[in-house]
């Protein structure tokens, strides 16, 4: 049986062979550059026309596993892991705006002679896997696991709020350059796609049923310039030398490893997929080589692990508690960023470790430690590893604040909801309510305090909790800040506007609600909630603004018995019946158990002299409410209108019945007395 060997990896110099220039390597740059020119045009489609597609990411896969929404990036994810089944994992080299990041961050590097070096971990090659959990799974989980179902309720192919899921123009850079240079340098080429990116993982594991393979033929000599340009850390010529094929399902398909083989012996081919080349072992033109004049070497294994288990552990211990201190950091820090941070403050903590531990280390060039002396970049490493870890600890502790004011603060969700009824009498809230405010206001004060940046949606909860503590000046000024940087801008501009109704500022209310509508015009509250509240003014100036609210509401919200109802009220005050009339009828058509609207409706008809028609829907009224004593001295007095006294008197005698002190049927009864 012939030994198999680890094969030489190569590297340019003046004493090895040449490796050539990668002929893919300028076709892949030009799809990557085409691709993101795609993206741009797509933005700018959005920012011209105001809506566009939604976008084709990934992530926004997530909607249809939270909520059953189909979008833009759902079917292109799916898409791309189905076409990754049969071609393997080609995506991520030739499509992915986060490789090509990479890619143009290692080429920078290697221009200024530093070639980063692979981590190699077995514990953080999880990552991915939990984060795809996370991301996809998880949330479909929770779903089900709360009696709902998976299928599908709706698609958003078409969103005029692009940029909604994406992190602004500071932590977008900020993302970049994290999960682009900083992964790069310490974890290696590709290190965020190996150790952070949950989509790689889904692809990861589609390419190992994929029939399309980097192979090799019998003009391989070994030469190992494959593996020493590939930048995805697949150790090629070892994978053919055993199999036959790649079969590590890191490789990318970017050909490069193709292209530069001086015998040509590599090639794109369809044939057996990976998952199924465990027990293959080929005699290849590399294996003969080998064999026959080489000297004897270790037996080729699967993956080179150099890490202990204990460097393992610290690794994975550190990268929790990175990951904790960071992630949603101020509201701000993203998910994906913080993994590929996570991962970079992880390594830095092994390199620490390890100039703790050995006599001598280097890294990238430079001398840490030498016979057991710490040098100056050594001193420099360490003291910046402490204050790293004292950030970190410091941002754990504003975390650990924020998610208990954030827990006290979910405990006033009930009274908050009932608060943005604002034309409704207001619920105060519970002993418990108001404790749990005042602790969220406690821990809220820390965070605010304390914090290096804004906390996004710090403003709303610390108005919400002076709001729901009866702290009106504190909710004003917080509410203030909170509306200019849209920080729950609507909840905050309703809370805004019950407030100036309480003061009586007509003024202010008006303002309020015309900002909320400006804001969002298709929500329901600012019609309905400020025109009522204008309204119960009684001033000629509320009823007019009243009116306006109520008319645009109805505009957007046509079948809304609550905006048709109080407007045929407005209707009705102003003087003008026939409109009331319209009005109180289409909220009949809409509700026809509304009582009020029924009963206005015959009020109206009443007053326009259209008597027969009143009395028909006051016996309609009295036939839902047989015991309400008004609906019956009603009916009397439009029946008495119409010259009927005797129907009236019975229907008096029934108020009667009902409420005998009643003083308006007295009042009537009487009348009725002198007629005869």
């Not at 202010?508 to 900002?515: C, I, N, S």
Request: one cysteine or more; aromatic letters at 10%; proline letters at 4%.
């Amino acid at each position: 049986m012939k030994r198999r060997v680890a094969l030489p990896v190569l590297q340019e110099s003046h004493t090895a062979p040449k490796i050539r220039k990668s002929r893919t390597s300028r076709w892949r740059a030009a799809v990557l550059i085409a691709f993101h020119v795609a993206i741009a045009i797509h933005i700018a489609h959005w920012l011209v026309s105001g809506s566009t597609m939604t976008p084709v990411e990934p992530s926004e896969a997530m909607a249809f596993s939270k909520a059953g929404i189909v979008n833009a990036g759902l079917i292109f994810f799916a898409g791309a892991i189905l076409l990754t089944t049969v071609f393997g994992r080609w995506f991520c080299g030739w499509a992915c705006h986060l490789v090509a990041l990479q890619d143009l961050c290692r080429w920078l590097l290697e221009k200024t002679g530093l070639r980063p070096r692979p981590l190699r971990s077995r514990l953080l090659r999880l990552v991915p896997y939990l984060a795809f959990i996370y991301m996809f799974l998880w949330p479909a989980a929770y779903r089900l696991w709360l009696g709902d179902s998976l299928a599908v309720r709706g698609s958003e192919l078409a969103t005029g709020a692009f940029w909604e899921t994406f992190p602004g123009w500071v932590v977008g850079i900020l993302t970049l350059l994290v999960c682009g240079f900083a992964t790069v340098y310490f974890l290696g080429a590709k290190g965020f796609c190996t150790y952070a990116c949950p989509y790689g993982a889904a692809f990861y594991v589609a390419d190992k049923v994929a029939p399309l393979r980097v192979r090799v033929n019998e003009n391989c000599e070994a030469s190992g310039h494959c593996t020493a340009v590939c930048t995805s850390n697949v150790r090629v010529h070892e994978e053919v030398a055993k199999y036959g094929m790649v079969v590590d399902a890191g490789c990318m398909k970017c050909g490069d490893c193709v292209s530069v083989c001086p015998n040509d012996a590599l090639s794109f081919g369809f044939g057996m997929p990976s998952l199924f080349a465990g027990g293959l072992q080929v005699a290849s033109g590399a294996d003969q080589g080998v064999a026959e004049g080489a000297a004897p070497g270790p037996e080729l294994a699967k993956r080179s692990y150099p890490l202990t288990w204990g460097e393992e552990v610290v690794l994975g211990i550190a990268f929790l508690l990175a990951f904790a201190a960071f992630r949603g950091l101020y509201g701000d820090v993203p998910f994906l960023m913080s993994l590929g941070l996570a991962g970079v403050l992880a390594f830095l903590v092994l390199l620490a470790v390890r100039l703790a531990t050995r006599r001598d280390l280097a890294f990238r060039h430079r001398t840490l430690k030498r016979a057991g002396r710490l040098l100056p970049a050594g001193r420099a490493l360490a003291a910046a590893v402490g204050l790293i870890a004292l950030f970190s600890a410091y941002n754990g502790w504003l975390k650990v604040e924020a998610l208990a004011g954030r827990r006290a603060f979910d405990a006033t969700a009930s009274v908050r909801q009932k608060a943005l009824q604002i034309a409704a009498d207001p619920a105060p809230p519970t002993s418990e309510e108001r404790a749990a405010a005042l602790s969220a206001a406690r821990h809220f004060g820390r965070v605010e305090r304390w914090g290096l940046f804004r906390w996004r949606g710090l403003d709303s909860s610390l108005a919400w909790t002076s709001w729901l503590a009866g702290d009106l000046s504190g909710f004003r000024t917080a509410s203030t800040r909170a509306i200019a940087r849209h920080d729950s801008a609507y909840e905050m501009l309703l809370l805004t506007a019950r407030d100036a109704a309480g003061r009586g500022d007509l003024g202010g209310l008006t303002l309020a609600g015309e900002r909320a509508i400006a804001l969002d015009p298709k929500r329901f509250e600012a019609y309905a909630g400020v025109g009522i509240l204008l309204a119960k003014s009684g001033s000629p100036a509320g009823i007019a603004a009243a009116s306006s609210f109520f008319e645009r509401g109805t505009l957007h919200f046509p079948a809304s018995p609550v905006l048709a109802y109080n407007w045929g009220i407005i209707h009705a005050i102003q003087g003008n019946p026939a409109l009331a009339i319209e009005r109180f009828r289409q909220v009949l058509i809409v509700e026809p158990g509304h009582r009020e609207a029924r009963e206005n409706l015959a009020g109206m008809l009443a007053q326009s002299g259209r008597l027969e028609e009143a009395v028909v829907l006051y016996r309609e009224a009295i036939a839902s409410s047989p015991l309400d004593a008004d609906l019956h001295v009603l009916l009397a007095q439009t029946l008495m209108a119409q010259g009927r006294d005797e129907a009236a008197r019975q229907e008096l005698e029934a108020a009667l019945g009902i409420q005998p002190d009643h003083p308006q049927a007295r009042g009537l009864v009487a009348t009725l007395a002198k007629h005869d």
